[in-house]
């Protein structure tokens, strides 16, 4: 079968600007390439696309729209766990059901089989060492041994004792910081008074996942203060966002000490937040939900599907009803207006 008139004008060069845009901003995503194919589908092996993490598709990789649905769901868990997978989707699935591969039922009416391998790709994530103490620069020294991309600012230091690949910066204005490592970075700030502040600020404005200070309980409080000025920010927000004292408790006394809890901690965050440990408790995720299609009850830890809309989550006892709904929400939820659990 020749490919569908229909199929978008997207090259190779678009994913690959999409990619790079993505990790530039740090954004996880996932490669799904189309690795064998039978007629009649209108991808072809090699047709690939690019899945952000919201689930959204950019690239060709046929245009069936339960292939899609399913590609959509599975690449998003592949960017939650970080776990490449091959699906295999066929009107029968036990005919792609082997070791290695997940078989999902081709529920439109083409007849067509596709297999995708699905790449969850994970940018190393910006860790942000602000200050040049003897604390900070153990911690860039002993962060340079994992997969993060380590920056030092540090505007009296020498960048010549640095580790490899090390970055180091001069500039201490929140902005401009906040500027040159991109969203979500993780933010340690160990400048030891001399410039935490613009540390803290430069984290609350990168949106970091996690700021550590080290300081003493009342320098942190005016280290707050300061950063909430710099910000114009309440200084209850600010103190929100930061952790103080940073690191592990682990009776840690010398500099090389106290950067190994800090980075642990950094560490036992990133993994966290990788890992989607910190969703939502199990109030949501344990009550039954209705199916606003067919109306059957669903545990959401055991539905078929889910689907976002308007800011709620509906459950779904098969990918069939979920994609009914993806194409009209208004259509049953004008029928059961009833929110779901």
Do not use: K
């Not at 160990?190 to 550590?212: F, K, L, N, P, T």
């Amino acid at each position: 079968m020749t490919r569908d008139e229909t199929r978008p004008e997207e090259s190779s060069d678009d994913g690959a600007a999409l990619e790079r845009a993505l990790a530039e901003r740090g954004e996880a995503y996932a490669r799904v390439t189309v690795v064998r194919r039978e007629p009649p589908v209108s991808a072809n092996v090699g047709d690939r696309a690019v899945v952000t993490r919201s689930g959204e598709i950019h690239g060709w990789i046929g245009g069936m729209s339960c292939a899609q649905s399913v590609v959509s769901e599975e690449a998003t868990t592949a960017i939650d766990d970080g776990e490449p997978r091959l699906l295999g989707i066929a009107p029968d699935p036990d005919t792609v059901d082997r070791p290695g591969v997940s078989a999902f039922p081709m529920q439109c009416h083409s007849e067509g089989v596709l297999e995708l391998f699905v790449e969850p790709v994970t940018p190393a994530p910006e860790l942000l060492v602000v200050g040049g103490s003897p604390i900070a620069r153990s911690l860039a020294r002993l962060a340079a041994e994992l997969p993060v991309d380590v920056t030092l600012v540090d505007p009296d230091g020498d960048a010549d004792d640095l580790p490899p690949g090390t970055a180091a910066t001069t500039v201490t204005d929140p902005d401009e910081i906040a500027a040159a490592v991109g969203t979500a970075p993780l933010v340690v700030v160990a400048s030891m008074g001399g410039y935490d502040a613009r540390g803290v600020a430069a984290g609350v404005r990168a949106d970091a996942g996690y700021i550590g200070l080290v300081a003493s309980d009342a320098r942190c409080a005016e280290v707050i203060e300061r950063a909430a000025d710099l910000l114009d920010r309440d200084p209850d927000a600010v103190r929100a966002a930061v952790t103080n004292p940073a690191g592990v408790d682990i009776a840690a006394h010398t500099p090389p000490e106290i950067a190994a809890s800090i980075l642990a901690e950094v560490v036992d965050v990133r993994a966290r937040a990788v890992g989607g440990t910190e969703a939502a408790g199990t109030d949501e995720t344990d009550a039954d939900a209705i199916d606003p299609v067919c109306g059957m009850t669903v545990t959401p830890g055991e539905a078929a599907a889910s689907v976002d809309h308007d800011g709620e989550t509906y459950h779904f006892c098969c990918r069939g009803c979920a994609d009914s709904f993806r194409a009209d929400p208004a259509a049953y939820l004008e029928e059961d207006s009833t929110a779901p659990a």
